[in-house]
C-alpha cells in the first residue's frame, strides 16, 4: 500500500511545493482549499505528471470548525495519512491595539484552530498505529514580535507552543511532531512588494527541508526547522 500525505491548504505556495515533493515520492496525497477550481487544477498535474499517485481533494474552509471536522471525516474515509502538514494560514495585517477584533478571530480560527481539529482527528488513529509524522508550518513571527503583524504572531506563538506540547504527549506513542519556521517565503501573501524575488526563500527549499526531517530513522526526530532568506529577515 502506497504511503500518504495529508497537506491543507495544498494548491499554492509551501503546500502546493511539499505536496510535489512528496508526490515525486510516490505519496499519494490529500488536500483542501477554498477554491475548488484550484483544486481541481492541483489533482490533474499531480496525477499526470506522477502517473502512480492519487490525489484525494475536498473543498473545505478551515477557519470553519465544521469544515475542518468534515474534511477530516472525507480523509478517514480513504486512510489514515502516514504524514500530517498542517499548512493553512493567512495574514492580515495590523496591530493588536487598534485592529478589527474580526481579523484577530478570523487569523485565529484559520491558523490555530484549524491545526488543532485537524490534528487532533487523526491522533488516536497514529499513536495506535505507534507511527506516522505530524508538521505544523509555523513562521518565525512564532519567535520575534513584530508591531504590524500582531494577530498573525500570536496565532504562531500559539502554533509553536502547540506542537511543542504535542511533540512530548507523542514521545512514547512513536508519532514524529515538527515545528516548520520559515522566514519571509516567496508565496501570494508578498504579491507587490518591491523585492526581487532572490531576497525570499524558494517555497521548493521549505518542502524540501519537510523531506528531509521526515526520512530519518524511527530512532530521531527533528524538532524545529528554522529557515531564513540568506540576506537575512525582511
Excluded at 24 to 33: A, I, L, R, W, Y
Excluded at 97 to 119: G, I, R
Excluded at 199 to 214: E, H, K, L, P
Aim: glycine share 8%; hydrophobic share 40%; proline share 3%.
Amino acid at each position: 500500500m502506497s504511503k500518504s500525505i495529508l497537506v491543507t491548504g495544498g494548491t499554492k505556495g509551501i503546500g502546493k511545493a511539499i505536496i510535489l515533493e512528496f508526490a515525486n515520492k510516490g505519496f499519494d496525497v490529500f488536500t483542501c482549499s477554498r477554491n475548488e477550481d484550484e483544486l481541481r487544477e492541483l489533482k490533474e498535474e499531480v496525477e499526470k505528471n506522477f502517473s502512480a499517485v492519487k490525489v484525494y481533494t475536498k473543498k473545505a474552509d478551515l477557519s470553519i470548525k465544521e469544515e475542518t471536522k468534515a474534511f477530516v471525516a472525507f480523509v478517514k474515509k480513504i486512510g489514515i495519512p502516514d504524514v500530517l502538514v498542517n499548512n493553512t494560514g493567512i495574514f492580515i495585517p495590523g496591530s493588536l491595539h487598534s485592529e478589527d477584533e474580526a481579523n484577530f478571530e478570523k487569523t485565529m480560527h484559520t491558523n490555530l484552530f484549524s491545526t488543532y481539529y485537524l490534528t487532533k482527528g487523526f491522533t488516536k488513529e497514529l499513536m495506535e498505529r505507534k507511527n506516522g509524522h505530524i508538521f505544523t508550518i509555523g513562521s518565525i513571527a512564532g519567535l520575534t514580535a513584530y508591531a504590524n503583524g500582531g494577530s498573525y504572531a500570536v496565532s504562531k506563538w500559539a502554533m509553536l507552543g502547540f506542537t511543542k506540547c504535542l511533540r512530548q504527549e507523542m514521545v512514547p506513542h512513536g508519532v514524529k511532531v515538527t515545528s516548520v519556521l520559515p522566514g519571509a517565503t516567496f508565496t501570494a501573501s508578498w504579491e507587490g512588494v518591491d523585492l526581487p524575488e532572490s531576497r525570499f526563500i524558494d517555497v521548493v527549499d521549505v518542502a524540501a527541508s519537510v523531506w528531509s526531517a521526515y526520512n530519518l530513522s524511527p530512532r530521531s526526530v527533528v524538532e524545529e526547522i528554522v529557515i531564513r532568506p540568506q540576506l537575512g529577515d525582511i
